[in-house]
């Protein structure tokens, strides 16, 4: 199953150096999940041949402008474009508030409808499920209320041996691949053992931004298979990134290695740094299984 | 006296095929003149290399937006710059209310003053002078509110003519340009005529985006040098058009033809046109001296 991400927007604050602020994009099973949705993402998606009306759920962290100011253009295209079919929104309270203003002052009936879930940035919850993923937020500590999000994948079912169950009824194999051994009419037992493999295990994606180091969320994302955390200025700033309420690149290697995560994405870049090698290398030196989440990259995860 | 736009955005509704939604920066004796502000406007800046910094006034000439959706990224990246001086802005009443929300929500106390003229969309009036320019608003015909802008240059004094001057005292200079003759000590008598050439003819920019086909407005165009006017659709889709409240290719040239300008720039294209030609080639049939206003050309007015 197809669980990997596209960043769209590696920049924190303002777009500088063709970086563009943050959004990313979660494609589970070829379904499309937008998290954040800073100025120009929509000419992102476009860029890297990414259908936006393919996004079917938006996840907005918090509501600093570099990480949803690109929401009412893309929901605005949507309509323009003919979309009919729902989009869940995810996101602080006021986001609704926000957008509705616009769409009142610009005489914009949407054609579709928007299905708004606010969100509290209190203590942790799960905000979605479906057949693929469950979804929970991360309580961040930043200057206004932020959440990050965790993509949980739900365990799947094991996966038949084709060679082996080509002669067999397909009436069996939905208990087969749920690890049910199937008794047949004339006696014989079929073993699901025999009959399929195991499912891949199901893998996790954590998103942390923006967030001043703090241990309160580390027990939510503690051994995520992939953890994309903020990592806007290098650890010499490091008063100026506890009084912006932002993170190192050296804490965010900390916080990899701290929760035991397998991989680890760093983005949201200070716009003073107009090359971002020494942020890496700073974090690897902490964490080596570190990759700079900038424009145009997808991460198997 | 440099009087010159740069276009940064053309495309109409949604961005696509690399074309922004509407933007232009005027540049007026060196002073930037932001009109419009589509999504990625401050992008745009960049990437044209001209330096959001300098720009002091700004025109928003309706709600939709696709005309102004990129307005508060931009201010919000200019406060996180270090801006201290004023911006001007002027626009629809509602404007100020989307901004502030929006600056409430982020915890964002702007460094720099905001000083905000309403724009009432009843009757063409006066919103702006200086020591360069009037600026009159046109009342045009969408679906919404909407107003254009009309630029109008002073009239600029005589030009000295160096080679004769250099010997006469500087205190008789500011007489001489405003075509005033001077009588020395000796009773000599400086004619104006003699020691100056005329003034440059003070030059007109009218930008017009959106509106219907409509007469109404051709009174405050008459007569300007540069017309910009949108140009939605071809004129096969009239009815598109009427239906829209947009202007049609062919419409636009006749708006020129009709008010006796001198050029011609046509923008605000549809997304449904991926190349441009047949537009201009259609507007070209009415009024020849036509151009496409597309990114990053930079029109002398």
Redesign the interface.
């Known amino acids: 199953m197809k669980f990997e991400v596209t960043i769209l927007g590696c920049s924190s604050?303002?777009?500088?150096f063709n970086r563009?602020?943050s959004a990313q994009l979660l494609n589970c099973n070829e379904k499309y999940y937008l998290i954040d949705c800073g100025?120009?993402t929509?000419?992102q998606l476009?860029k890297y041949n990414l259908k936006a009306a393919r996004i079917d759920y938006i996840f907005i962290s918090h509501?600093?402008?570099?990480h949803y100011?690109?929401l009412?253009?893309l929901l605005?295209?949507l309509h323009?474009?003919g979309r009919t079919k729902p989009m869940q929104i995810f996101g602080?309270t006021?986001?609704l508030?926000?957008l509705e203003?616009?769409f009142k002052?610009?005489?914009t009936v949407l054609r579709y409808p928007i299905e708004f879930f606010p969100i509290e940035a209190n203590e942790s919850q799960q905000i979605f499920e479906n057949s693929d993923l469950i979804i929970k937020t991360i309580v961040l500590n930043h200057?206004?209320p932020t959440t990050g999000f965790i993509f949980q994948q739900k365990q799947r079912q094991r996966k038949l041996i084709k060679d082996k169950t080509e002669e067999i009824p397909m009436a069996y194999y939905s208990a087969l691949k749920k690890g049910i051994d199937v008794e047949l009419p004339n006696g014989d037992i079929l073993r699901s053992e025999e009959y399929t493999t195991p499912a891949d295990p199901p893998r996790c994606y954590a998103y942390c931004s923006d967030t001043l180091y703090d241990e309160s969320y580390f027990p939510v994302i503690k051994g995520c298979d992939t953890l994309y955390h903020e990592a806007t200025f290098m650890h010499d700033l490091l008063d100026r990134a506890i009084e912006t309420h932002h993170t190192t690149a050296l804490q965010a290697g900390e916080v990899a290695k701290i929760n035991g995560v397998k991989k680890l994405l760093i983005g949201h870049f200070s716009s003073r740094y107009k090359t971002l090698q020494m942020l890496l290398e700073e974090t690897q030196s902490v964490f080596e299984n570190t990759e700079l989440a900038v424009e145009g990259r997808t991460f198997h995860l």
């Open positions: 604050a303002t777009p500088v563009n602020p100025e120009g929509q000419q476009t509501l600093h402008g570099d100011f690109g009412i253009g605005s295209s323009l474009n602080p006021p986001l508030e926000i203003i616009q002052y610009s005489d200057r206004i």
